[in-house]
């Protein structure tokens, strides 16, 4: 599996999660504290695990070592990760 694909994925079951708290936390209609249900914490624990991932993916020339995903320090540096690095175009996978 790409390490694009596995972001991807990641990423929708991150959504899926999210929608799937959004439901339960208006099904139950404050008869608990949503904050201590696992509907509220396993889509921030996953979406730590991605950010991690994101920030890990990096390119395996010992040269260049280049961020493939977060390439700067703006929001609109994310990219998606392609099979080639973008500037030394060494093989990722």
Same mark, same amino acid.
């Given at each position: 599996? #790409? ?5 991807? !994925? !990641? %990423?929708? &079951? ?8 959004? &439901?339960?936390?208006?099904? &139950?209609?404050?008869? =608990? /504290?949503? $904050? #201590?249900?696992? *509907?509220?914490? !396993?889509? %921030? ?8 991932? &994101?920030? /890990? %993916? ?7 070592? #280049?961020?493939? $995903? $977060?390439?700067?320090?703006? $929001? +609109? ?6 099979? *080639?690095? +973008?500037?030394? =175009?060494?093989?990722? =996978?």
């Amino acid at each position: 599996m #790409s390490i694009k694909r596995k972001l991807q !994925l !990641l %990423i929708m &079951a991150e959504s899926i999660l999210i929608i799937l708290h959004l &439901a339960l936390k208006n099904e &139950a209609n404050g008869t =608990e /504290s949503f $904050v #201590s249900q696992w *509907h509220f914490w !396993l889509p %921030i624990i996953l979406g730590f695990y991605i950010y991690s991932f &994101a920030f /890990s %993916i990096r390119c395996p020339n010992k040269l260049c070592k #280049s961020r493939q $995903v $977060v390439r700067g320090y703006s $929001v +609109f540096d994310l990219r998606w990760p392609e099979r *080639h690095c +973008f500037r030394c =175009e060494n093989a990722i =996978e």
